[in-house]
RNA sequence: GGGGGAAUGUCCCGAGCGGCAAAGGGGGCGGACUGUAAAUCCGCUGGCGUACGCCUUCGUAGGUUCGAGUCCUACUUCCCCCA
């Protein structure tokens, strides 16, 4: 269904190519002829970068993990390079500011939290066709700055660097690109010589705005060791109605379950707009393409059921398959049966605690809303329903009857609150 | 080196005669309508407080003033013209 990603009059041949291509990763190559090549010649060993900014990734940042999946389904082998070291310098593609400098503490809690993602979604180990993972600062930090120019510098014009979104950008919008960021670009196409050299690695994939910075990898590998090396890069995706994925006013959409529990995770799938249902069931599943036709094909209402499918299994890729059958059975509870169920996030409140506890602070503790004020202007706008009662006085006491209620913010947002008594168990 | 301009609500863009919690848009959240969708219309979109209230925000640091985003000085970064 996907529009040919390919050049007029080229077919790919080799499994990843095609993969790649049908399932709509595809943006732009270097030379898709000789990637087609290479890949039908061996194992493929491609690499993708990473950031340690955060402690998390976003869903965002899924897609060129999808890619690496893909690869690794396609039989080549997956690098992991984890920028231990150019996060040290910070990639100034696509940002208007510096980014604030990260402590090496910092990046090395962030490596380890992020390498649990990349276990969930790929196969590590030794065999031929397992991922591995590196840290760049073993490299990049172990040259000497008179060393690394002499070897590298002579390959790099500040002519051409100029020329580069990344740069550009900066610069058309009047603000600052500092030299420590300047040569971030060098940094990574140092990274892509050295997997060269070290892994046999032809390929970098990433996302399109990482365009230029994997060229100029290209570039070097040619111009000091004579190699062909390839890139690929991915398209952007935004929703239909072009909002950016994941990433909201509210917070971004994590994968860390710590984050982002895999409810919530299944239901922003779940909330999926219609007209993306398709695209993403091919990007961020591992649903078969006749499968992915079929619930595409639903009209009306129907492309509910493809969205759970969607939900569903794009949770089970990253939670597990247990997580995503508990998150789907507990949305079947809320919102098709109209019932409690324990899938739901809980909060657990105290008798002594829930006291005198305003509807606000309940808001608050529920995560439904950031502050107090915040929570109030939510109630006043008709937003808090406890066990489907909207909530009209954001100052009373909370009233509860039971021992769990269920709470609500908005039409989709469900929490479950539950009372523990222990003031009752000692008459 | 000289001259002229610019930096605004920690999502973005952008108005702002010395009284401003600061116009307007986008985005986000919420309400109505729906299918947990989209489109449309409406509301909200600094923190604390039940509240007339208090606190913190306009590149940075000082100053003038009863009072400064708005005036002055220095600094930082950017743009334009001259050399």
Redesign the pocket.
Known sequence: MSSNPFPPGFTPRSDFLRLLGERGYIHQCSDFEGLDAAARAGVLTAYIGFDATAPSYHVGNLLVIMMLRRLQQAGGKPIVVMGGGTTKVGDPSGK?ETRRLLTEGDIAANIASLSETFAKLLRFGDAPTDAVMVDNDAWLSSFGYVEFLRAFGPHFTINRMLTFDSVKLR?D?????TFLEFNYMLMQAVDFLELNRRFGCILQMGGSDQWGNIVNGVELIRRVDQKGAFALTAPLIAT????KMGK???GAVWLNAEMRTPYDYW?FW??????DVGRFLRLYTDMPLDEIARLEALA??E??EA??VLATEATALLHGREAAETAAAA??A???EGRLSGGLPTLTLSAAQLNGM?N?ALM?AAGFA?????A???I????FRIDGVKISDA?APVALTGIEAELR?????KRLVIIDEPESKAP
């Open positions: 208007d610069l919008r009047e603000q600052p690109l239909s109605s072009g909002a909201t006013a509210a239901q779940r909330n999926t707009e219609d007209a009306g209402a492309v509910n969205k759970k949305a079947r809320a919102f098709e305003s606000t608050v950031n502050s107090n004020g915040d109030r202007r939510q006043a706008g008709g937003a100052n913010k908005g039409n989709s947002r």
